[in-house]
């Protein structure tokens, strides 16, 4: 059906609206509906353009408050993409918004596994080995500090990113943000920190080692013995428990003898 008039489109000042709300995504998080509080919370501003009437809002805060869950940065690409598609809707004469709430629960999937393998797998714990590695290095309380703040940095520039072009994608895209919704998208930046937190693995593993040789030079055979098994536990068997475990064993037992 044509759209009877032009549809809203955001402002400036809309979009910084959304983006300001949705870092707190989590906030109203629970068993029941997971994110979806907070969705509501960040498409509010929208709510504003395409509702008129009390039964207008009432009915958004329906359509929105029922279960959707995603990872909380990509979740940005859904709340891009429903502002466009409420936009759009309010614009015609169509009943219903069963294909809107369709096209959400078809995101859920994509945004939590790209959002997974892309932050949680790879950039926190990247930036968390880089700021435990300044830490072990830095020699005064000042350089940690820089250290600390640099640390918030790096984590948050992929992290703002990631919100603000999600949110752009999915309102330029709409029904079709599921082909923007890639690892692709994001080699190029998961390979930097990577990078980033292999060479700090590293560097922290010469720092234990020299820390340890101070000590006793059991000690750093116990450090070796236990990375190495560790590391091929791991490697072997995929396994990740069971290689802290058996580490903590051994340490255990070096040190008793």
């Not at 805060?61 to 466009?84: D, M």
């Not at 290095?137 to 790096?154: C, D, G, N």
């Not at 080692?209 to 013995?225: D, G």
């Amino acid at each position: 059906m044509a759209p009877s008039k032009v549809p809203e489109r955001l402002k400036l000042k809309d979009v910084l609206a959304i983006l300001w709300r949705s870092f707190f995504i989590q906030t109203g998080w629970n068993f029941k509906s997971m994110i979806s509080i907070g969705f509501c919370f960040a498409l509010w501003p929208v709510a504003k353009k395409v509702c008129h009437t009390k039964k207008e809002y009432i009915d958004f805060l329906k359509r929105h408050l029922g279960f959707f869950n995603a990872h909380p940065y990509f979740a940005s690409y859904a709340i891009g993409a429903t502002a466009r598609l409420e936009l759009e809707h309010a614009a015609t004469d169509k009943p219903g918004y069963d294909l809107i709430d369709k096209f959400k629960n078809a995101l859920i999937g994509p945004l939590g596994a790209v959002g997974d393998q892309c932050c949680w797998a790879v950039i926190r714990p990247s930036a968390l080995i880089f700021g435990l590695t300044g830490l072990k290095l830095a020699p005064t309380v000042h350089w940690k500090a820089l250290v600390l703040l640099l640390t918030f940095i790096l984590y948050n520039i992929p992290h703002i990113y990631i919100r603000v072009k999600g949110i752009l994608d999915g309102y330029e895209a709409g029904f079709n943000v599921y082909k923007k919704i890639r690892i692709d998208t994001y080699q190029r930046m998961v390979t930097y920190f990577k990078i980033i937190g292999v060479v700090g693995i590293g560097m922290l593993f010469i720092w234990t080692f020299q820390q340890a040789f101070i000590v006793h030079w059991r000690v750093s055979i116990m450090f070796v013995l236990a990375f190495i098994l560790g590391l091929g536990l791991r490697l072997k068997r995929n396994m990740f428990y069971t290689p802290v475990l058996v580490s903590m064993v051994l340490a255990i037992v070096i040190g008793i003898l």
